[in-house]
């Protein structure tokens, strides 16, 4: 298995602009976790579903951003607009459901708002 | 909701030396605490984990305890090497969730 598949790798951007990350969790998982990887704050969980259906949200920092599982094996984080603040790391990670504690990670988004 | 502590913010130590780093938790349900190596640049790898019914586990050079009364809980990496270098993250998870919260990590740095 290729493992937990983010894109893009680094995304560079103007304040203001829509940005779209992307991930493929691994065959089999269905537990599919967003999280955000910054200096100050540490590894933090944004978002995370179960079975394509978003189960706990309140880690989502504002309106602008937003979470999509379309289906089993693609899910998309949005940021619209993007602000300089948002410049971080954003990890997906899968697993089987109820084991989230063994999530396999993705190489991450390394985002950058200017 | 769980709080997990991590200590140092930072260790630096001599090739061969023991390396500790430490972790307190709040919530006395959680019963699963893993450990995730992160190298420079890369994703974060679960290295080793413990439950709370063993006091102890250890895998070649690494091993973590657990101090279910105290509330804390320890990785023992011996003999360090260069490559051992990278951003540990504690976490806790347990009490009907399966979800970890994360120490904010320790960046420990071997010297050759």
């Known amino acids: 298995d290729a493992g937990v598949i983010q894109s893009p790798r680094h995304e560079v951007t103007e304040m203001g602009q829509e940005v779209t990350l992307r991930c493929k969790p691994i065959s089999g998982h269905n537990s599919l976790f967003w999280y955000r990887q910054t200096m100050m704050r540490g590894l933090e969980l944004l978002i995370y579903f179960n079975n394509n259906v978003p189960i706990d949200d309140s880690g989502m920092p504002e309106d602008r951003f937003s979470a999509k599982m379309p289906n089993a094996s693609f899910s998309t984080l949005k940021i619209q607009p993007s602000e300089p603040r948002d410049s971080a790391v954003y990890f997906c990670?899968?697993?089987?459901?109820?084991?989230?504690?063994?999530?396999?990670f993705g190489s991450g988004t390394r985002l950058t708002v200017v | 909701g769980e709080n997990v502590e991590q200590h140092p913010s930072t260790l630096s130590v001599q090739e061969g030396d023991s390396a500790v780093i430490k972790c307190t938790y709040s919530?006395?349900?959680?019963?699963?605490f893993p450990w995730y190596k992160q190298e420079l640049g890369k994703r974060p790898q679960l290295i080793i984990d413990i439950r709370s019914n063993v006091g102890e586990k250890k895998d070649q050079r690494i091993a973590v305890t657990l101090n279910k009364t105290a509330k804390h809980f320890s990785l023992h990496i011996t003999e360090t090497q260069p490559e051992d270098s990278a951003v540990y993250f504690c976490?806790?998870?347990?009490?009907?969730?399966?979800?970890?919260?994360f120490g904010r990590g320790t960046s420990l740095i071997v010297h050759p």
């Open positions: 976490a806790a998870s347990g009490g009907g969730s399966y979800i970890p919260t």
């Open positions: 919530d006395s349900a959680s019963n699963y």
């Open positions: 990670a899968s697993s089987l459901v109820g084991q989230g504690e063994r999530s396999t």
